[in-house]
Every structure is written in C-alpha cells, then in structure tokens.
C-alpha cells in the first residue's frame, strides 16, 4: 500500500469519528457536504506536506569523511638496520715445497753395507815364497754397526796364499766409520797368477766382498 493511499484512509477514518460524534442539536449548524474532489485535494496537499518534512528531516548531502591526519613526529627517526651479509674467502695456502734436507744417516737399504776406499794394488808380481802385507780401507755404510767382536774379515774363496784366514776388526765401527784392516799373505812357490777373495761376515751374512790378484815370477 502506497503512503498517499494510507494517508488518504487516515483522515477518511478520522472525518467519520468526528461525525459521528457530533450531538445532534437543532442549534448546531448543518456541517456542509464536501466534495469528493475537494477531499482529494485536501489529502494530496496534506500528502505533499508530509513529503516535504520527511524530506527535510533527511540530510540534503552526503557528508563526506574528512581523513586524520597522523601527528607529525618532531622526534629523530631512528634508521632501520640492515642485515649485512658479509663474504668471507680464505685464500688458498700456497704449496711450498720442502727443501731437500740432506741426512747423515745411511742411503742404502741394507743393514750391513761398505764403500771400499783403498785397495792393495793388483798384479804386482812376488818372488816365491815371499812375505808380504796389504791394507783394505772398507767405510761402513750400511743401518748396522760393524761390532768388534761379532763382524770379522775372512777369506771366502780362491787361491790360498794368506798366513790367517780371519781378523777380528780392532774396534766397533759405527756409520761413516772406516775400518782398516792389514793382512799378512805368503806368495805361492810356483810361478803363475793367484787371485783370492774376501769378505766382512756376520754369523752366516757376508758382505763387503774383495779380492786381490797377484803373480809369482819363475
């Protein structure tokens, strides 16, 4: 139901109560008849007033909302730290080669070992039946000393032409120490060439091995 027509049932309703409530006096004027039109004018402008105080009841404008504004800070901004990543690169550590560092002890890989240093002279020629001497100077190269009571100098193979077949060596001879060893030896009485050898041994280990030529004269 529109609002005009409620309007309209309203003071219809209303100008009803009144008649009938009226006393029926023979004093009171007669209410005069209205016209149908009139009423209708009537309600239209009681309509229009009613339109126009709810409107005015209303606001003309949308009011439009006004932004805060944040207080300014008059402080010091304090700065925002950053994460710094920080690359750590440790520079290779360059190869040095060692320096060669010459040792005293042995090269060799053997526990007994020498160098002969001095020989007797090859080939001389001996009257028969003479005596004589030669000198061996053997330096002890090897890992082991040459004990002075357990290494001897003896005859191996060969010619037998010497007075003794075995020497003790007169001390112990450590590493880069040189033994010198004399042998007495007593020429063939057959004339020809005689060769014999000779070597340092350890219980059944021989090392160091020499040998000596000689000739016999007719």
Known sequence: MSFRTTRFAFWFA??????????????VPAVPTLNPGEINRVIAQTADAASTQTAAAHPTSTPTETPTRLPTSTGTVEPTATETIIFIYNSPTPFVIPPVVKTSGPTGNKDYECQVLNSPQNDVIYSPRLEFKVRWRLKNVGWQNWDGDSVDFVYDFGDRFHKTSS??????????????????????????????????????EKFCKVSLTIGVKE
Do not use: N, R
């Open 14 to 27: 209303a100008l009803a109560l009144v008649m009938a409530c009226a006393p029926a006096l023979s004093s």
């Open 167 to 204: 020497y003790d060596l007169a001390k112990t001879i450590e590493f880069a120490d040189v033994a010198e060893i004399f042998v007495d030896m007593l020429a063939p009485k057959d004339p020809g060439t005689y060769t014999t050898h000779w070597v340092l041994q350890i219980g059944t």
